[in-house]
């Protein structure tokens, strides 16, 4: 870990993190979290207090762990929280396919909430696997 964040090379360029805002995943499971709860604010979705506060705390949590699992001391403690994140992006996955089965989403919008869920499950595999690699340099 370099000191103020974590350092990453990536084709001879570096990028540092010194913040867990930095993080790519983090800045997606954002815009996922708020557009979960734009769609789940009205309509029938709104009313299903239980798939809605579930997919809410889904997403919520993609980006709690990722920004907790940052401030940790080790990077074994930080790939940990990334793999929490991982699940609830797993999580989220699945409550999409209740939302579509029930009609409150339409395919379109479940084909883009499940891609952006995806693409955030892969930047977090993918940083897994860099701290994987770097964690005793």
């Known amino acids: 870990m370099a000191v103020g964040g974590w350092q990453l090379s990536r084709n001879e360029t570096e990028m540092k993190i010194t913040r867990f805002e930095d993080i790519k ?50 990077t074994k403690e930080f790939i940990n929280f990334l793999s929490i994140a991982l699940a609830s992006a ?12 029930l009609g409150y989403i339409d395919q379109s919008t479940f084909d883009e ?12 595999t993918g940083f897994i696997q860099y701290l994987s690699r770097h964690r005793n340099e």
């Open 113 to 124: 909430l499940y891609e952006q869920t995806s693409s955030i499950s892969k930047l977090t």
């Open 25 to 74: 995943s983090w800045q997606e499971a954002r815009e996922l979290t708020k557009r979960v709860y734009e769609l789940t604010m009205k309509g029938p979705f709104a009313r299903d207090f239980g798939l809605r506060d579930q997919i809410r705390r889904a997403c919520v949590s993609v980006m709690a762990n990722i920004a907790e699992g940052f401030n940790r001391r080790t």
């Open 90 to 101: 797993s999580e989220t996955k699945s409550h999409l396919y209740v939302a579509l089965d």
